[in-house]
């Protein structure tokens, strides 16, 4: 009886510490994905691509060179992108214009606010995301 009991606690335990898989799935695929994702997030998300999940955790800043992705087809780009580097999407709402906007993004550990500071601004960023306290950190410029 312990054996078996043993086996069930082992088996439990590994299978909650595997993340959730998810099959390929082509770039126009994840984009399409992201598209229809922001509805359900008018505020605002950072997503893994490989696992489909938001992190509980971390300081997310774009990459300066994904910064134009507000329809589909720049969207497609920004996925590549992604999965090229870290493999996280941002998305969020501009408050200028109403527009739904996303980016490649590189995630940071939160005891790392000076690098994320830093790479904020290499790529000219007005702010950058701490995931675990929902704080939007404003970049000044560097003089």
Known sequence: MRRGVFFLFAFLLLSCSIQKQIPALSTAE???????YKD????GFTLSLTTLSEPSWGISVAFESTLTGKNPEELEKIVSHSLAHEGYVGGWQ?????????????????NQRKKAL???RKNHQAAFYVISTSEEVWVAPKD
Do not use: G, K, N
Request: hydrophobic share 40%.
């Open 30 to 36: 994840l984009a399409a994905y992201l598209w229809s």
């Open 40 to 43: 359900a997030h008018p505020q």
């Open 94 to 110: 501009d408050s200028r214009d109403s527009t739904y906007c996303f980016d490649s993004v590189r995630l940071f550990p939160e």
């Open 118 to 120: 830093r790479f904020a």
